[in-house]
């Protein structure tokens, strides 16, 4: 009897190990992927900016009254050790800021490529695999390559351009009438 007991590790622990392990694993890909959403770190940083910001406070009310207290004679100069540090306390709230800023403008320009993603490729191409599931707003292949051709000559305009305003800027900045 005692040898038909299953052992912590033995064969029935190993697939309710191999689920918490493949959970742990897509947890962690889930919080990779929340990691580089600008909108979920923007939302995660409004807690720490409030926070900060209440604290960017509680520091300059503490300096005003021990700098209230030292101007009437109550305190010495001599206590200044025991005050905090606005100018840290500042700049912690600032750094938030500036990254609150960083990821407004990522999630902007992220927004932007999808619009004009959504713009200059509205539809798709129906693949072959799939025959029977063609969308009626998709593209025919002719209508893509067209759309393809478009997209190549504009780029090469714009290529053209650049390479005309770098050969101008180039030809600016040679020094003239020297032999």
Do not use: W
Not at 30 to 59: G, T
Not at 126 to 137: F, N, S, Y
Not at 163 to 176: D, H, V
């Amino acid at each position: 009897m005692a040898a038909q007991q299953q052992q912590p590790g033995g064969p029935m622990a190993q697939p309710g190990m191999q689920q918490a392990a493949s959970l742990q694993q897509q947890q962690q890909q889930l919080s990779q992927q929340q990691d580089f959403d600008p909108v979920h770190r923007f939302k995660m940083l409004i807690p720490q900016l409030k926070e900060s910001l209440q604290n960017v406070m509680k520091i300059a009310s503490l300096n005003l009254g021990h700098n209230t207290a030292i101007d009437n004679g109550m305190l010495s100069k001599s206590s200044d050790a025991t005050v905090q540090r606005f100018d840290k306390s500042l700049e912690e709230f600032y750094a938030l800021c500036d990254q609150l800023e960083l990821c407004l403008r990522l999630a902007y320009e992220c927004l932007s490529q999808s619009i004009d993603s959504a713009k200059h490729s509205p539809n798709l191409v129906p693949t072959a695999t799939k025959p029977d599931t063609v969308q009626t707003e998709s593209l025919s292949y002719a209508q893509y390559l067209g759309m393809i051709k478009s997209q190549i000559s504009c780029a090469k305009d714009i290529h053209n351009a650049l390479l005309e305003c770098s050969k101008k800027i180039a030809g600016k900045g040679q020094p003239q009438g020297i032999m």
